[in-house]
């Protein structure tokens, strides 16, 4: 018996979609399994909460942390573990986006914060998590007659996804609280180092030093405005006698600075323009021509004063008029 080759292609063709149908149908029944597995595990976290929630309150993520009571601790697992029977009954145990895990961020930025002031990295806080998962996997393996049977062992490998997915939260959740800090930090620092200072009864100046940046500016002119009210100023002196260069951009911020004072009644003085930063102005071509300009602060300060009246003269010495 002779076989065509278009034959043969045909068998080939009928082998490979025969493979392709079983692979599709063992993918569905390993989905159907895996979501069967995580209904019995929110099925076991909701019915043995209690357990668990005493297990985990002695443990160190809980126990340092909540350290007013016992009850506490408690309290604080219970709804952990509310979040991951939550989040195990939708099926998505490996999203940490999950809407489960919303109930319980807050309460976890704040177990975080508060190991992390204790000294503890977020690797450190990650572990002590890890931690959490073997006390909940042994009561998981007393649910079932036979722990090596099939349906036991998926159950267990869906609740320590379901706890690896809760230690990325974490995680997650430390790095946020960190990026916070440091963005609070940062803004506490611009706020420290572009301090308002009171020259004279209706004298405000601001000493800048080193590099005026976007962020800084906006600090600089927030600060430098609301000095203008509460002090009630009239004029407000700007010294960048320790701004390393002014380029074009630095000019921008106080130009702004110098318009949004004057809106405020406020006369702008910059003061600290040195030689080389004259030079560098004239070469870039920056017109300050509407911005009164001295030399230092207090030069600025006496033209201040001058336009307010006030005569500055040195005090008499002791022998000064005697023969």
Request: charged letters at 20%; a negative charge.
């Amino acid at each position: 018996m002779f076989v065509t080759w278009q034959q043969s292609a045909d068998c080939l063709s009928l082998d490979g979609q025969w493979a392709r149908a079983e692979g599709e149908a063992q993918v569905e029944q390993d989905a159907a399994a895996d979501s069967a597995a995580a209904r019995l595990v929110g099925s076991f976290l909701e019915r043995r909460r209690e357990q668990i929630a005493q297990r985990w309150a002695d443990e160190p993520l809980f126990r340092t942390v909540f350290t007013v009571s016992r009850d506490e601790a408690v309290e604080a697992s219970k709804a952990v573990v509310d979040a991951l029977s939550a989040v195990a009954v939708t099926g998505r145990l490996e999203d940490i986006e999950a809407p489960g895990f919303r109930a319980v961020r807050d309460q976890l930025g704040r177990m975080v914060a508060s190991r992390a002031r204790s000294g503890f990295t977020s690797a450190q806080i990650a572990d002590e998590v890890a931690g959490l998962r073997g006390s909940v996997t042994e009561l998981m393996r007393g649910e079932f007659p036979d722990p090596a049977a099939p349906d036991a062992k998926d159950c267990v490998l869906s609740l320590a996804l379901l706890m690896g997915t809760l230690r990325l939260v974490v995680m997650e959740t430390a790095l946020s609280a960190g990026e916070e800090l440091i963005a609070r930090q940062r803004q506490q620092l611009l706020e420290v180092a572009t301090p308002v200072i009171k020259l004279w009864e209706g004298v405000v100046a601001v000493p800048l030093i080193g590099t005026l940046d976007s962020a800084r500016s906006q600090v600089v002119m927030e600060s430098l405005l609301n000095a203008v009210v509460s002090e009630q100023a009239r004029y407000a002196i700007l010294d960048i006698t320790g701004v390393p260069t002014v380029d074009t951009l630095v000019a921008q911020h106080l130009m702004k600075t110098v318009a949004a004072a004057r809106l405020m009644g406020a006369e702008c003085i910059v003061s600290g323009i040195r030689p080389a930063i004259a030079q560098t102005i004239v070469h870039l071509g920056i017109d300050l021509g509407t911005v009164l300009t001295h030399a230092g602060l207090a030069d600025a300060l006496a033209y201040a004063l001058e336009r307010q009246g006030i005569e500055v003269s040195p005090r008499a010495t002791a022998g000064a008029g005697r023969l």
